[in-house]
């Protein structure tokens, strides 16, 4: 039987933002537990994103600029449909054919 693990933080998945987060919390000197259901790490979202990461009010006007966009049939899967979304180099693409 193994001892049961104890820290201060739990922190659920080790990609991007739960090791940014374990590092970040380590200069404090908090004990801190990483875990992840893979074997590896950055194998989850992390391995298909840009690496962008924004704050809470950029992730709000996006989610607003997107929840405007009215996209007119014909667009094919892979069309940009909002390029540069709001400066931030990231384009939208469509996930799906949009035909009728």
Same mark, same amino acid.
């Given at each position: 039987?193994?001892?049961?693990?104890?820290?201060?933080?739990?922190?659920?998945?080790?990609?991007?933002?739960? $090791?940014?987060? $374990?590092?970040?919390?380590?200069?404090?000197?908090?004990? #801190?537990? /990483? #875990?992840?259901?893979?074997?590896?790490?950055?194998?989850?979202?992390?391995?298909?994103?840009?690496?962008?990461?924004?704050? &809470?009010? &950029?992730?709000?006007?996006?989610?607003?600029?997107? $929840?405007? /966009?009215?996209?007119?049939?014909? /667009?094919?899967?892979?069309?940009?449909? /909002?390029?540069?979304?709001?400066?931030?180099? $990231?384009?939208?693409?469509?996930?799906?054919?949009?035909? #009728?």
């Amino acid at each position: 039987m193994t001892s049961p693990l104890e820290s201060e933080v739990l922190i659920i998945g080790a990609g991007i933002i739960g $090791a940014s987060i $374990a590092r970040e919390l380590s200069q404090y000197k908090v004990n #801190v537990a /990483v #875990v992840e259901k893979n074997p590896d790490c950055f194998t989850g979202q992390t391995k298909s994103s840009h690496g962008f990461v924004y704050s &809470k009010n &950029k992730l709000k006007q996006c989610m607003k600029v997107l $929840a405007s /966009v009215r996209a007119k049939p014909p /667009v094919r899967l892979g069309h940009v449909i /909002v390029p540069d979304i709001l400066d931030t180099g $990231a384009d939208v693409v469509t996930e799906t054919d949009l035909l #009728v």
